[in-house]
């Protein structure tokens, strides 16, 4: 390697002076510092300053830093200093901005020990060295340091700068730090990318993280109790009945609406009738990775968590293809876009904002708004379902609300309801039952005529003639689909019988257990008497999907961007419990410097982090054998989750951090003073504001839905190493926060979050290890 480091300078310092645009491309083992020509012609920029120390190899745990006036430092106190970073095994280096008002520096090179030890510094020999408008005063001269026992040591130093503007300076720097990685490797076989120095054992051992992991947690910002699911639903606006009235028949039904909403033929294709498949995960197939039923349009997906070791995930927009099987009738989803799609996961259908605008501006005005209309018996995972369908949708920008007809029953009728009041023979109950679920379809309308574009109608609407009455109510105002969910497993209906009765309302003020499961049975079996399958309109099935084991979707007459989005999330998700852990990279040399964007590694601190994240994983998941680590590409997450050992690692380019374009690599401090409309602007609305050559937080959402997909299609517990602004977006969706608040979240450094999925909704804990 040193027989080629020369050279490599030599193209290092060429590639970043001709990105910046300075037009020098002078060896840095030269003593020259730029001339007047060069900075005459990028007058009114700013200093960029490089300060090289070659050959230096550590003498225990002594570490290069520089320290010295303002603003380099701050202070000539030695605990302040700056570390200098590996370029390479003989090459450390340091680079700053200099503002324009302090383009006079004074400062020394030391020798600090590491982790703070209490050896002492060794500061260089000799007077202070002076810069003064990028000009070194004096003759360069190498760093010499005298040891306790006089020994002399002696390296070489180069001073680098270079007046550039701070258009090109913050443009260049990812394309340099690209170049300047590809120059490391270019003719040197034998180089180990992403290697890190060892750290000493006494820190990050597995001794420092002590064996009871509840001395880490720290309170969560928000409420993480268990919270039954109908009482996050929309508050009821008024229990004034208005605009129906009572049909022949008995039951209660809505006056004529206006007939200038007829449906009319929609321009897309529409899918008639489809039935998905979806295996229970813990069968092996013994074929590909896909299973093929005999029923019309049908198509499957697998999961397969065995070849995730090195696999790296690059989803971008697009879709999977339904390839014509040899029957003409029948349809396969094809999940393989190459010849290595075994081991890759299940592709996630691209999302795109196009889609929903135009199903919103073409077709009848209906199409415009939908409303999921749930349909089931009790206890069969309705009102969890329609939860994580509101938070799925409020998540991807679709104005959603939830309402719970349950909610409005109890506030006009009462919550001590005996079972009774759900016989279909008792007339009083059924016109009560039918008047508040009328009082729940006009609040959805009323929204959505003001604006709401998502509405889920959550009750158990298992007659034809309830389901009827909604249509005629919905008629050229809202477009209505119909979401079935169908469970078979007794252990499961066991189940959420119980959770029902230790949770619902209905039963708050019943202190006796066993009475109120009594009556809730007896509830059950008044709605099975009477219940009818939905077989009219749009509609999709969800058959034993909840059990986490496998089940079927069926599908009729669904069409469009939106409904379309709805089915593959509904084919995706299950309710089968297990945590979710979203933490920061550790802390990195960006993050010391208070710079934005940038892919440097992790500082000192950081890899402190990164043994003590691997402890963490080890013994909170040491019984999750099927567990698996997810970062982002960029290598501050790579080296963070490079200690954690007995899990496959797979790296998604969906959960790098947001691109600041121009602004990557510089501080708060450098946009404000030098970008001064762009920082008002990311100051007035940090949710929509989009860098020059960026992102914004809203582009970070679409990117990061296939991401939510395979969380939610997870049955393993899932450690998530990315950044601040993609886990704020993360935590965003698990917590059901609004989008306006998502850029404003605490995600600090060095906590893990903990989000625990299961049948009771999702809960939070905290765990801070530094």
């Given at each position: 390697?040193?027989?080629h480091?020369?050279n490599?300078?030599?193209f290092l310092?060429?590639?970043?002076?001709?990105?910046?645009?300075?037009?020098?491309s002078?060896?840095?083992d030269s003593?020259?510092?730029?001339?007047?020509?060069?900075?005459e012609?990028?007058?009114?920029g700013?200093?960029?300053?490089?300060?090289?120390?070659?050959?230096?190899?550590?003498?225990?745990?002594?570490?290069?830093h520089?320290?010295?006036?303002?603003?380099?430092?701050?202070?000539w106190?030695?605990s302040?200093?700056?570390p200098?970073?590996?370029e390479s095994?003989?090459?450390?280096?340091?680079?700053?901005?200099?503002?324009?008002?302090h383009?006079?520096?004074?400062?020394?090179?030391?020798?600090?020990?590491k982790?703070?030890?209490?050896?002492?510094?060794?500061v260089?020999e000799g007077?202070?060295?002076?810069?003064?408008?990028g000009?070194?005063?004096?003759?360069?001269?190498?760093a010499?340091f005298?040891?306790?026992n006089?020994?002399?040591?002696?390296?070489?130093?180069?001073?680098?700068?270079d007046?550039?503007?701070?258009?090109?300076l913050?443009?260049?720097?990812?394309?340099?730090?690209?170049?300047?990685?590809?120059?490391?490797?270019?003719?040197v076989?034998?180089?180990?990318?992403n290697s890190?120095?060892?750290?000493?054992?006494?820190?990050?051992?597995s001794?420092?993280l002590?064996l009871d992991?509840?001395?880490?947690?720290v309170p969560?910002p928000?409420?993480?109790?268990?919270?039954?699911?109908?009482n996050?639903?929309?508050?009821?606006?008024?229990?004034?009945?208005?605009g129906?009235?009572?049909g022949?028949?008995?039951?209660?039904?809505p006056?004529?609406?206006?007939k200038?909403?007829?449906?009319s033929?929609?321009r897309?294709?529409t899918?008639?009738?489809?039935?998905v498949?979806?295996p229970?995960?813990?069968?092996v197939p013994?074929?590909?990775?896909?299973?093929?039923?005999?029923?019309?349009?049908?198509?499957?997906?697998?999961?397969?968590?065995d070849?995730?070791?090195?696999?790296?995930?690059d989803?971008?927009?697009?879709?999977?293809?339904?390839?014509?099987?040899?029957?003409?009738?029948?349809?396969?989803?094809?999940?393989?876009?190459d010849?290595?799609?075994?081991?890759?996961?299940p592709?996630a259908?691209?999302a795109?904002?196009?889609?929903?605008?135009?199903?919103?501006?073409?077709?009848?005005?209906e199409?415009?708004h939908?409303?999921i209309?749930?349909?089931?018996?009790?206890?069969?995972?309705?009102?969890f379902?329609?939860?994580?369908?509101?938070?799925?949708?409020?998540?991807?920008?679709?104005?959603?609300?939830?309402f719970?007809v349950?909610?409005?029953r109890r506030?006009?009728?009462?919550?001590n309801?005996?079972?009774?009041?759900?016989?279909?023979d008792n007339?009083?109950?059924?016109?009560?039952?039918?008047e508040?679920?009328?009082?729940?379809?006009?609040?959805m309308?009323?929204?959505m005529?003001?604006?709401g574009?998502?509405?889920?109608?959550d009750?158990?609407?298992s007659?034809r003639k309830?389901?009827?009455?909604?249509?005629?109510?919905?008629e050229?105002?809202?477009?209505?689909?119909?979401?079935?969910?169908?469970?078979?497993?007794p252990?499961?209906?066991?189940?959420?019988i119980?959770?029902?009765?230790?949770q619902?309302?209905?039963?708050?003020?019943?202190p006796?257990?066993?009475?109120?499961?009594?009556?809730?049975k007896?509830r059950?079996?008044n709605y099975?008497?009477?219940?009818?399958?939905?077989e009219?309109?749009?509609?999709?099935?969800?058959?034993?999907m909840?059990?986490?084991?496998?089940?079927?979707?069926?599908?009729?007459?669904?069409?469009?961007?939106?409904?379309g989005r709805?089915?593959?999330?509904l084919?995706n998700?299950?309710?089968?419990?297990?945590p979710?852990?979203?933490?920061?990279?550790?802390e990195s040399?960006?993050?010391?410097?208070?710079r934005?964007?940038?892919?440097?590694?992790i500082?000192?601190t950081?890899?402190?982090?990164?043994k003590k994240?691997?402890n963490?994983?080890e013994?909170?998941?040491?019984?999750?054998?099927?567990?698996?680590?997810?970062?982002?590409t960029?290598?501050?997450?790579?080296?963070?989750?490079?200690?954690?050992?007995?899990?496959?690692k797979?790296?998604w380019?969906?959960?790098?951090?947001?691109?600041?374009?121009?602004?990557?690599?510089m501080?708060?401090?450098?946009?404000?003073?030098?970008m001064?409309?762009?920082?008002e602007?990311?100051?007035?609305?940090?949710?929509?504001?989009?860098?020059?050559r960026g992102?914004?937080?809203?582009d970070?959402?679409?990117?990061?839905?296939?991401?939510?997909?395979?969380?939610?299609?997870?049955?393993?517990?899932?450690v998530?190493?990315?950044?601040?602004a993609?886990?704020?977006?993360?935590?965003?969706?698990?917590?059901?926060?609004?989008?306006?608040?998502?850029?404003?979240?605490?995600?600090?450094l060095h906590?893990?979050?903990?989000?625990?999925?299961?049948?009771?909704g999702?809960?939070?804990?905290?765990?801070?290890?530094?």
């Open positions: 390697f040193s027989s480091k020369g490599r300078r030599s310092w060429r590639e970043i002076c001709s990105k910046m645009g300075t037009g020098s002078k060896n840095p003593s020259s510092h730029g001339s007047s020509e060069d900075r012609d990028h007058g009114g700013q200093l960029y300053v490089s300060l090289k120390m070659e050959k230096y190899k550590p003498k225990g745990e002594l570490i290069p520089v320290y010295g006036s303002v603003p380099l430092i701050g202070s106190d030695s302040k200093a700056l200098m970073e590996r095994t003989s090459m450390w280096e340091l680079s700053f901005v200099v503002p324009p008002n383009e006079t520096l004074d400062f020394k090179f030391l020798l600090k020990p982790y703070n030890n209490p050896e002492p510094c060794i260089e007077p202070n060295r002076v810069l003064i408008a000009t070194l005063q004096g003759d360069g001269r190498s010499l005298k040891r306790d006089d020994e002399i040591i002696e390296y070489r130093v180069f001073v680098k700068a007046r550039v503007s701070p258009f090109n913050a443009a260049s720097w990812r394309a340099f730090q690209e170049n300047r990685r590809l120059s490391t490797v270019r003719g076989p034998d180089i180990s990318i890190t120095p060892a750290m000493g054992a006494e820190h990050g051992s001794a420092s002590e992991l509840e001395h880490y947690v969560a928000t409420q993480s109790a268990t919270v039954y699911a109908a996050l639903t929309e508050t009821p606006r008024s229990l004034k009945l208005s129906v009235f009572s022949t028949d008995g039951t209660t039904i006056r004529p609406s206006s200038d909403g007829h449906t033929n929609d897309s294709a899918i008639k009738q489809m039935e498949i979806v229970d995960p813990t069968r013994s074929g590909s990775g896909t299973v093929e039923s005999k029923s019309m349009g049908t198509f499957s997906s697998l999961q397969k968590q070849s995730y070791r090195g696999l790296l995930v989803r971008g927009v697009g879709s999977p293809r339904l390839l014509k099987s040899p029957s003409t009738t029948s349809f396969t989803l094809d999940l393989k876009p010849s290595d799609a075994k081991n890759m996961m592709a259908a691209g795109v904002a196009a889609g929903a605008v135009a199903d919103q501006m073409l077709g009848p005005k199409d415009r939908l409303a209309v749930l349909v089931g018996l009790p206890a069969r995972g309705k009102t379902t329609a939860a994580k369908l509101t938070r799925y949708l409020r998540w991807l920008g679709h104005d959603t609300k939830h719970n349950g909610k409005y506030l006009k009728h009462g919550s309801q005996t079972a009774d009041f759900f016989r279909a007339p009083e109950g059924l016109e009560a039952r039918n508040v679920a009328a009082l729940a379809m006009e609040d309308i009323a929204w005529q003001e604006g574009q998502v509405g889920i109608f009750a158990t609407n007659s309830r389901r009827n009455m909604l249509m005629k109510m919905a050229g105002k809202c477009k209505i689909i119909f979401l079935e969910t169908i469970c078979n497993d252990k499961l209906i066991e189940r959420n119980r959770l029902k009765v230790q619902s309302p209905d039963y708050a003020e019943e006796d257990f066993e009475a109120g499961y009594r009556d809730f007896n059950l079996d099975e008497k009477v219940y009818e399958p939905v009219e309109g749009s509609y999709i099935k969800m058959i034993d909840v059990s986490g084991h496998g089940g079927q979707i069926q599908v009729n007459n669904i069409s469009g961007y939106l409904p709805i089915v593959f999330f084919v998700t299950h309710l089968t419990p297990r979710i852990f979203l933490t920061r990279h550790g040399l960006y993050n010391v410097r208070g934005i964007g940038g892919d440097t590694a500082s000192e950081g890899e402190v982090y990164a994240l691997a963490f994983v013994k909170r998941l040491k019984k999750e054998k099927a567990a698996s680590i997810w970062t982002s960029l290598q501050r997450t790579i080296l963070t989750a490079g200690p954690i050992a007995g899990f496959p797979i790296q380019r969906a959960l790098d951090e947001i691109n600041s374009g121009i602004c990557d690599g501080t708060y401090e450098e946009i404000k003073k030098n001064p409309e762009e920082y602007s990311r100051k007035k609305d940090k949710l929509r504001y989009r860098y020059p992102e914004s937080y809203l970070v959402i679409q990117r990061l839905e296939p991401v939510i997909i395979e969380l939610e299609r997870q049955r393993a517990p899932v998530v190493v990315s950044h601040q993609v886990l704020r977006a993360l935590y965003a969706y698990f917590a059901d926060r609004p989008l306006n608040e998502i850029p404003h979240i605490e995600m600090p906590t893990i979050i903990e989000i625990q999925m299961g049948v009771t999702v809960q939070e804990k905290r765990y801070k290890l530094m």
